[in-house]
């Protein structure tokens, strides 16, 4: 019997007993990732009785993986991430010095997962530094493969440099750059194409779970083609594709120019649910709206291709080398991400049932001691105690 996940018709299949694959990842990697498994498998096994369960499969990246092979991200890994569709990882050790480039970033170009989904929301019970946690209830589309972190930059100095600077002022006429001589140069390419299957994929969400607005967040009043085009694509598509949904108030839609927008957040989130934004502004973003909730240690993610079906959740937060191995991370940002993981799989209930346990678990004042230490009276626990506190708590 096949365990694979596949796609028709931009529809997930998903069979009863899937395979996943996972990387562990370094440091508090493996801590989390122990924490993450037993809730979920755990949550399975209550709600479908044997019906339903995940097959996990290791797969080696970073460290582990440099140990063992010789290699940061084997090409089996790759090749598994592919056939599989659906997988998820915990955080890696980008290697420094040593010309390679951050495996996030290579995942995330290899199969082109496009979009960056983070949703955001407080869990009662967390502390938080605004006054109405309670109304931040977003979820962020980043486009994920474009802009100004394309990496198509020369340093100053450098030949490249000179050669693109001698094409500009002579071939394109610009007489824009202030110190032309002592300049690094940066492109930030945005397209119709990558802005329109973005903001389709906020769109749909939003649509999908009857969400109040999709907002398209960008700076195009500076950046008029880049920025501005993103803008006036999205409003573009959203007339031809779905008109009529505008029309009868399914779909709303929206602006705003992004340093308005994080200050908009911090005075009426309310007023914000789905955003579609471009990589830089969605990077600034997602920690704004994180930090209002609580922390990296709480915000899960996910990288996802929706026509190839293809998507990588993961803990949004580095591998926290000066707690590792001491069982005190907070599990909760993989957590998060393999709830969204179930989500995406169709798997709902188990997803919910363990939002409400982790909810549960921080009324009771129960946290790792990065959240602990906020609380009143806050009960600090490891890594395995809080794990134990929400098995319980299902
Ligand atoms: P970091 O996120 O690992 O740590 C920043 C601070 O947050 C530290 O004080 C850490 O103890 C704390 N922290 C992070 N996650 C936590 C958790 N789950 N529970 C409790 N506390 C937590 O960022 P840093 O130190 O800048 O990066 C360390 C390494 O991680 C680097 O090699 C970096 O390249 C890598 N990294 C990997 C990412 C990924 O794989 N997605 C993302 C960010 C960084």
Not at 56 to 63: C, D, I, R, T
Not at 161 to 173: C, N, P, T
């Amino acid at each position: 019997m096949d365990h694979k996940i596949t796609i028709k018709n931009n529809k997930l299949i998903v069979p009863d007993y899937p395979v996943i694959p996972y990387i562990e990842g370094d440091g508090i990697g493996k801590e989390i990732f122990q924490a993450t498994q037993t809730v979920v498998d755990k949550t399975i096994e209550m709600l479908y009785c044997g019906k339903r369960k995940i097959q996990w499969k290791e797969l080696l990246a970073g460290e582990k993986a440099y140990d063992q092979t010789g290699t940061w991200l084997p090409e089996e890994t790759m090749n598994a991430f592919k056939d599989y569709l659906v997988g998820i990882k915990g955080p890696l050790t980008t290697p420094v010095g040593e010309g390679i480039r951050s495996l996030n970033v290579t995942l995330r170009q290899e199969l082109d997962l496009y979009a960056c989904v983070r949703p955001v929301r407080w869990f009662s019970g967390v502390e938080s530094p605004v006054k109405y946690p309670e109304k931040v209830d977003m979820i962020i589309f980043r486009e994920n493969t474009e802009d100004i972190y394309a990496g198509i930059e020369w340093e100053e100095g450098t030949p490249e440099a000179v050669k693109f600077y001698q094409f500009l002022s002579k071939e394109m006429g610009t007489k824009k750059v202030r110190f032309p001589e002592t300049s690094s140069f940066g492109i930030k390419p945005v397209s119709k194409e990558g802005s329109e299957r973005l903001i389709r994929s906020a769109i749909e969400y939003a649509l999908k779970n009857k969400l109040p607005k999709v907002t398209l967040v960008h700076k195009g009043n500076i950046m008029k083609f880049t920025e501005g085009g993103f803008k006036k694509w999205g409003y573009a598509l959203a007339e031809r594709e779905y008109k009529k949904e505008l029309e009868e108030g399914k779909l709303v839609l929206d602006d705003c120019i992004a340093d308005a927008f994080l200050q908009n957040t911090l005075l009426k989130p309310e007023n914000y649910s789905v955003i579609a934004t471009l990589n830089l502004n969605g990077d600034y973003i997602s920690d704004q709206l994180a930090a209002m909730v609580g922390g990296i240690g709480i915000a899960p993610g996910a990288n996802i291709n929706y026509l190839t079906g293809h998507a990588i959740f993961e803990a949004t937060h580095g591998t926290a080398p000066d707690i590792a191995g001491k069982n005190m991370a907070n599990p909760c940002s993989l957590l998060l991400s393999a709830t969204m993981m179930l989500e995406y799989l169709g798997w709902k209930e188990a997803s919910k049932k363990i939002e409400e346990a982790i909810e549960k678990t921080f009324q009771q004042k129960k946290a790792t001691t990065d959240l602990a230490r906020f609380m009143d009276n806050g009960i600090s626990l490891s890594t395995t105690e809080f794990t134990q506190a929400l098995v319980n708590n299902l």
